[in-house]
């Protein structure tokens, strides 16, 4: 089968660097999003059989955390 859905996203977000010495950083941050399907439409390769329709407003969202360290190596 070939797939499409269409449909809208938006994400956001942001995050703060700390210099924890001359050569090691920290770093945290995090985004949230939120995704809505409109539409489908799938394809048989084997038949061409179309199939498609709404996804009756599916929807979903996602979170991102993340913490790193940055540590410089050279001179």
């Known amino acids: 089968f070939d797939f499409s859905v269409t449909g809208s996203s938006a994400n956001g977000g942001g995050g703060v660097l700390f210099r924890v ?7 945290a941050g995090a ?15 084997q038949t061409g059989q179309e199939f498609s329709g709404s996804t ?4 979903g969202s996602n979170f991102v955390l993340r913490v790193g ?3 410089g190596i050279g001179g």
């Open 21 to 27: 010495t001359p050569r090691i950083n920290f770093d």
């Open 31 to 45: 985004t949230v999003g939120y995704t809505r399907f409109s539409s489908y439409q799938a394809v048989d390769r």
């Open 56 to 59: 009756g407003g599916a929807s």
């Open 69 to 71: 360290m940055a540590i």
